[in-house]
């Protein structure tokens, strides 16, 4: 796929796929366009596929606004997530999670009928993270610490069961234990036969998901490379340089 920001080409042909319970790690240079495959993919209105398309189960998705595609299974842990006032932290997660229960069918959704029910649901998934239950009574993000904001997309993700999620630097900011935690919480994700792509710049994070299928760098708006775990190490010892090296 072909895409643009304002008339700017940023990806210039990138092709990706993935299947149930795969893990794909992304990295690459800052401005290499990894985030704008991640916006692309949820269907962010600034970015325009100008060639090729975003197939899910054979079907385009290129027409559907982003919270169609969230009901299909699409999800996006941000890279920098937005404060929103007055929206209730635990609120907004019961709403999401009714809404997507809703379109997506699948076993491990259960159906909450209480408030308290679902809290209950929440808890368990804050504690995964290493979020006090306080967070519950907060507004979404607002006055999180960087790191809180990356643990609370990654409960989402674990909260709202998605088909495909889509990771934006889950780990940046991140204390050393919660690097841990949140690596976990991923694997919990992908072992439910849901694919999981996290965008990262430190193998780190890799090293303690329980598997990791693919490792794709990205450069100058393309996968330019594509490797098994081994490569992320090889990025972290010798750069970028090689490859775009490699390429030339
Ligand atoms: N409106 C715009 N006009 C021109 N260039 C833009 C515009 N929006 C984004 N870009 C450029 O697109 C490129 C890709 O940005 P993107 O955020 O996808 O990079 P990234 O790989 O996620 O980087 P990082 O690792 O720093 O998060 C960058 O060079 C950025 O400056
Ligand atoms: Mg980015």
Known sequence: ?????????????????TGPGEVHAIMGPNGSGKSTLAYTLLGHPKYQVTKGDILLDGESILKLKPDQRAKKGLFLGFQYPT??????????????????????????????????EFQKYLKGNLKRVGLPDEFLSRYLNEGF???????SEVLQMAVLKPKISILDEPDSGLDIDAVQSVAKAISEVSTRDSAV?????????????????FVHVFAKGRVVKTGDASLADELEKKGYDWITKELS
Request: glycine share 10%.
């Open 1 to 17: 796929m072909h895409v643009s920001r304002e008339g700017k080409e940023i990806l210039k042909g990138v092709n990706l796929k």
């Open 83 to 116: 404060e929103v006032s007055g929206v209730g932290y635990s609120h907004f997660l019961r709403t999401s999670y009714n809404a997507l229960s809703k379109a997506l069918q699948g076993d491990d959704r259960e159906v909450f009928i209480t408030v308290r």
């Open 145 to 151: 610490s960087g790191g809180e904001k990356k643990r």
């Open 197 to 213: 792509f996290v965008i990262t710049h430190y193998a780190r994070i890799l090293k303690y998901l329980n598997k990791l299928d």
